[in-house]
């Protein structure tokens, strides 16, 4: 009976109900739903763990970016400083060229004035011996 309904295209499954698809249609349709479903699950699991990921590589950028950020402003406030340091070794250079300038000054006024003392102390001399 089977195979007179079978060219119909008629078919009676294995619980004895009517069918219009062949059995191995039907048992590979539900075979690729199976599949199908399992392929959904698995993409749907890749899409979260991707999103996962992603949303953890942008916070470790904010990190990096961060990081990058402080270093810069940690190197600029160094320049900053050496150069701070730098003017004020010329200034401190400037200074003592200055003091020894004024030294150097005082010490030949000095001895403008030792010379001057002894030619007074001589004239006194000459003049109270005479």
Not at 17 to 28: A, F, S, W, Y
Not at 84 to 109: D, G, N, P, S, Y
């Amino acid at each position: 009976m089977t195979d007179s309904l079978a060219k119909y295209a008629v078919y009676i499954d294995d619980f004895s109900k009517i069918c219009v698809l062949e059995p191995d249609v039907v048992n590979q349709s539900e075979k690729l739903k199976t599949d199908c479903y399992g392929f959904i699950t698995k993409t749907t699991d890749f899409k979260q763990k991707s999103d996962e990921f992603i949303s953890q590589m942008d916070e470790l950028a904010k990190d990096v970016e961060r990081e990058k950020m402080q270093t810069i402003g940690a190197r600029n406030v160094f320049r900053s400083v050496a150069k701070q340091r730098e003017t004020e070794k010329r200034k401190i250079q400037t200074l003592m060229m200055e003091k020894a300038m004024e030294l150097e000054r005082l010490r030949i006024e000095f001895e403008s004035l030792k010379k001057i003392e002894v030619e007074q102390l001589e004239t006194i001399e000459h003049l109270t011996v005479n």
